[in-house]
């Protein structure tokens, strides 16, 4: 069997790494004895593209690397061995990616990302290297279905919402444009959580993941990372005189890296993603273990493991807010010190800033600052300026919030007591921005109050977004609204002292996965009518529009929606057994729950329709058909939000079991929604719910998924929801709600969501539905705390736009009657939306942030 390659088809497929040396320039532990085989210090290469040569490395893979004949191979042990076949493709990629990144000693960008949502790996990987159709065909001549292998691989539990989902989105684009990046991470255990329903309450239970197998990551433990907690600093004067600053930790993890491949659509480049895995130093004790005590034999491994078991810890306790911090530091200390290590052994680390950009996703890894200085002025010896320099030349900061609970802070003697080194560290970083703030403002301490980043009220703390407000090169907000109020309300004293500091990037979503992979019906028809290349340059999306008139198109999108919704109904029934009615409008609300993004408002109105349909004021005549999907986690700890999801589980029993209304209504919520729900959803959805309140959501990518698939918006002017709506055109979004100004004066004068109550007589039937204990077998305390929310505090103004609400989905109701009308603003979103393609974003990001080149 060859291993040769179609150099035609893959023109960087081949890898020319000399026999004495590995993919990194700064690690030399090559072959001590001369290299005489020619295969050794020859070109890496990749197995034959071909269908033949696919067949014979999946039958090796299964052979040799599973250890199963064919004729004795379980569908996971099949599965298993096509994801490494697909691997053993872009291996040859990899390494030459590789190679070529740190012998150009160009700049890079380390993505550093607490979490990142990949959805499944097959068929991307499969795009990737443009193996679908000859994997298929290979399979298939071993009497193996595609599709089977696909529904066995399980979601990589590596991530939560947006901010993972966004990670995901641009790794692809910072590949698909051969940017040189190493996205940093952690390797979850457990994931976030597998959400079920008991009784139509969240429970919360492990997603093992991993528990079958694995085949797109491989360890590195030889690059392990050890990280240090605890214990105390001291003080010694070296020969020169000056004073170093010692720390004396009183307990260690190693880091082990696992690494991931990250291909580029159809061009040949592969770059990293590696995540960390926590491990004891000392794992086992035999002499513990031999005196009977087991548990305590194993108690280092169990400890060390905590660190990297699960996504977001449930963080009200102590203890958990202690393993929150651990692992954010665990984490960027394993990923600098891993750059650091690899670069020439003679670099000055004074030049660190023309190698690398380290991107703060969020303030998760802020904890990188100061860990970058003590790098620098403890182990490397430079003194505060020259650390500081270098510090704040390699770090940038995306804010993801206008939340003020989601700007983390940390406990002061947390800090002293897990990182006390960082903390002494933190604190002279802050003596050195009061000092410029004082200069800058004399007089004004308020100034210097607001601004510090360690804040006194209500307790000591130290504010990870001041840290990286300060540090930070560019600081950039997701959407431009959100980037405005960032400027203006979150950060303002530091964006008017230095304001260049400051910008946008409007998120963006990878039109390979979330338009070819999931939606390959509409892919087609694009490509039909437009021609190739769109997928790389999603504003061609345009040509798009004088379709609109063609009565052939408008055909065959319907037909393309149908055919959707088709696939999305045997999925649905497939994996929770919920039976999808024919001929409804999907109505989706699918989001993290929280009370911001106001699920409440949306059953609000389901509950208003039922009133209305079972009063007799609507009927089949004039309503519109329609099912309503919601999909949403709510955090474990969060009781609103928990007390939520069990209301919409309610809700949709009841009207679900009422055949007095069901034709004309139902209500949905598959447990556990995830990316591979998603892109079975997305595609299928009529009408996307994006409702939060003005001012709170920082941009959404959910909203650009919908509508780039054809689905309309019903939404308020939040996040990205203003440039969706700028480019769609107001006749083509359904725009409801309060402005961002009207809910700052709605607040200033004394929101009071009873007077909302009392006044609306529709939002008051709602309400008193929901009150009387009818979706709760009749117990009336049942739902009590949410309608006290609501009534009392309703902190997001749920109730305030309401009215606006309902009027606008009257109007929803009025459009989609006329589906020639509703079928020409869907094509029209997709035609518009092109800008909201990670690619653009990443573009932003290298030319406006990172200063980095593709290679």
């Not at 003020?404 to 897990?418: K, S």
């Not at 004399?442 to 307790?459: A, G, K, L, Q």
């Not at 939606?519 to 087609?524: T, V």
């Not at 902190?795 to 006329?818: G, I, N, T």
């Amino acid at each position: 069997m060859t291993n040769s390659v179609d150099e035609s088809q893959l023109p960087t497929e081949t890898v020319d790494v000399p026999g004495d040396e590995t993919q990194y320039a700064g690690d030399r532990v090559g072959p001590e004895l001369p290299v005489t085989n020619p295969l050794a210090s020859g070109p890496v290469q990749s197995p034959q593209h071909t269908v033949d040569g696919f067949a014979r490395q999946f039958l090796q893979e299964l052979n040799m690397g599973q250890g199963v004949a064919l004729g004795r191979a379980t569908v996971n042990d099949q599965y298993l061995a096509l994801g490494r076949t697909v691997r053993n493709y872009l291996m040859a990629r990899w390494l030459e990616s590789n190679r070529r990144i740190f012998s150009s000693k160009q700049k890079m960008v380390g993505y550093l990302s607490a979490e990142y949502l990949l959805g499944r790996q097959l068929d991307n990987s499969l795009l990737a290297t443009e193996l679908g159709e000859i994997a298929e065909q290979a399979l298939a001549s071993c009497g193996i279905s595609l599709d089977t292998l696909r529904a066995q691989e399980v979601e990589p539990g590596l991530g939560n919402g947006g901010l993972g989902r966004l990670a995901a989105c641009y790794i692809d684009s910072l590949a698909t444009m051969r940017v040189p990046t190493t996205g940093y991470g952690i390797r979850y255990e457990y994931g976030i959580f597998r959400q079920t329903f008991v009784n139509g309450a969240q429970v919360e239970q492990p997603d093992t993941w991993l528990s079958m197998g694995n085949p797109w990551e491989f360890p590195h433990p030889e690059h392990s990372v050890q990280v240090n907690f605890g214990g105390k600093t001291s003080r010694t004067t070296d020969a020169d005189g000056h004073e170093r600053v010692n720390w004396e930790p009183s307990w260690n993890v190693i880091g082990i890296p696992y690494n991931y491949m990250v291909p580029g659509y159809a061009n040949g480049w592969v770059n990293t993603l590696r995540l960390w895995s926590a491990q004891a130093t000392k794992a086992f004790d035999l002499a513990i273990f031999n005196s009977g005590d087991y548990a305590e034999a194993v108690r280092s491994q169990t400890f060390a493991e905590n660190i990297t078991k699960v996504l977001y810890p449930e963080d009200s306790t102590p203890q958990g807010k202690e393993l929150r911090l651990q692992q954010q530091y665990f984490f960027v200390a394993c990923s600098i010190r891993d750059f650091i290590s690899h670069l020439e052994a003679d670099f000055d680390l004074h030049q660190l800033p023309t190698r690398i950009s380290f991107q703060l996703n969020d303030t998760h890894p802020v904890i990188g600052i100061p860990e970058m200085m003590r790098i620098l002025m403890d182990e490397e010896g430079f003194d505060y300026d020259a650390a500081w320099k270098v510090t704040s030349g390699c770090f940038n900061y995306t804010c993801h919030t206008l939340l003020p609970e989601a700007l983390e802070t940390w406990p002061v003697d947390l800090m002293n007591a897990l990182l006390p080194r960082h903390m002494e560290i933190i604190d002279e970083i802050n003596q050195h921005l009061c000092a410029e703030v004082r200069a800058a403002h004399p007089n004004d301490e308020m100034r210097v109050r607001r601004m510090s980043i360690i804040t006194d009220y209500p307790s000591r703390a130290v504010r990870m977004a001041h840290l990286a407000a300060y540090a930070a090169g560019k600081i950039n907000g997701v959407a431009a609204l959100h980037s405005q109020l960032l400027r203006d309300k979150v950060l303002p004293d530091f964006a008017e002292m230095w304001p260049d500091r400051f910008l946008n990037v409007t998120n963006g979503v990878t039109p390979r996965r979330f338009i070819k992979l999931s939606n390959p019906r509409l892919s087609d028809l694009i490509t039909d009518a437009i021609g190739v290349g769109w997928l790389t340059d999603l504003e061609r999306l345009r040509e798009l529009e004088p379709f609109t008139e063609d009565d052939d198109f408008r055909e065959s999108f319907r037909q393309v929606k149908q055919a959707n919704k088709e696939a999305f109904a045997l999925d649905l029934k497939r994996r929770d057994g919920i039976v999808l009615p024919q001929g409804h409008m999907l109505d989706c609300m699918v989001k993290r729950l929280h009370e911001y993004k106001r699920q409440s408002l949306k059953l609000l109105h389901i509950v208003t329709m039922y009133n209305k349909l079972l009063s007799g004021e609507w009927t089949a005549k004039n309503v519109t058909p329609r099912t309503f999907v919601f999909g949403a986690k709510a955090a474990p700890g969060y009781y609103i939000a928990k007390e939520t999801i069990r209301l919409i589980n309610a809700v949709a029993k009841t009207i679900n079991a009422d055949t007095r209304v069901n034709s004309m209504m139902r209500v949905i919520f598959p447990p556990n929604y995830n990316v591979t729900l998603a892109e079975h959803l997305i595609p299928a959805a009529d009408l996307s719910e994006q409702i939060s309140q003005a001012g709170k959501e920082a941009s959404g990518t959910g909203n650009m998924k919908f509508a780039l698939n054809g689905a309309l918006t019903i939404g308020t002017d939040d996040g990205a929801n203003v440039e969706i709506r700028q480019r769609v055109g107001d006749a083509h979004f359904f725009l409801f709600g309060m402005t961002e100004p009207e809910v700052e004066a709605l607040g200033d004068s004394g929101y009071n969501p009873s007077s909302f109550y009392e006044s609306d007589p529709d939002l008051r039937a709602a309400i008193d539905l929901i009150a009387s204990g009818a979706f709760s077998d009749g117990d009336r305390g049942s739902f009590e705390p949410l309608v006290s929310n609501l009534l009392y505090q309703d902190r997001f103004m749920a109730l305030a736009d309401y009215q606006s609400y309902m009027k606008v989905q009257a109007e929803v109701d009025a459009k989609y009657a006329d589906q020639d009308a509703w079928l020409r603003s869907a094509i029209l979103n997709v035609a518009r939306c092109g800008f909201f393609s990670s690619d653009r974003a990443i573009r932003d990001y290298t030319s406006d942030i990172w200063g980095v080149k593709a290679l």
